[in-house]
């Protein structure tokens, strides 16, 4: 599985494990930046790995800054992006598999190393059950966004 990896310098600090984490599990990484501990805007970063997901040259995404919050909102506004700020182990799978879940949003001024790395197994280890009630949640939420 392609991964995108996306930080602004909030999250700068949990980019490194979050990589190591993804490399262990042995998916790769596309590293869409920061690269470093400077001032950035997270929308601008929360945008390149989006624009992979949608374009199918990765297939998640984990997005941090330093809540998680900020990374989640300007990501779910490119169509086809569904990322959710997940701090415990449980939603970060199933938001996966109950709600298609496909960009993993960390807070790395909430979350420790530890946790981090536990998140993104659950995260990627889980599957879209896209079947019965899951699969007409999904869709009437696709529906929304042609609809607005």
Do not use: W
Not at 17 to 22: A, G, H, N, S, Y
Not at 63 to 85: D, R
Request: glycine share 8%; aromatic share 6%.
């Amino acid at each position: 599985m392609k991964v995108a990896v996306a930080c602004d310098h909030a999250g700068f600090g949990l980019k490194e494990t979050v990589v190591k984490t993804i490399k262990e599990l042995g998916h790769k990484v596309v590293d869409c930046g920061t690269c470093g501990c400077e001032r950035v805007d997270f929308p601008d970063f929360a945008a390149k790995a989006a624009q992979l997901l949608v374009k199918k040259k990765a297939d998640r995404a984990v997005l941090i800054c330093g809540s998680g919050i900020g990374m989640c909102i300007a990501a779910n506004k490119v169509h086809g992006v569904y990322a959710c700020v997940c701090h415990d182990a449980y939603s970060a799978r199933q938001g996966v598999e109950h709600d298609n879940m496909n960009a993993l949003c960390l807070g790395a001024l909430v979350i420790g190393k530890e946790l981090a790395a536990v998140l993104i197994k659950e995260f990627l280890a889980a599957r879209y059950f896209n079947r019965g009630n899951y699969k007409k949640r999904v869709d009437k939420i696709q529906a929304l966004e042609v609809k607005f």
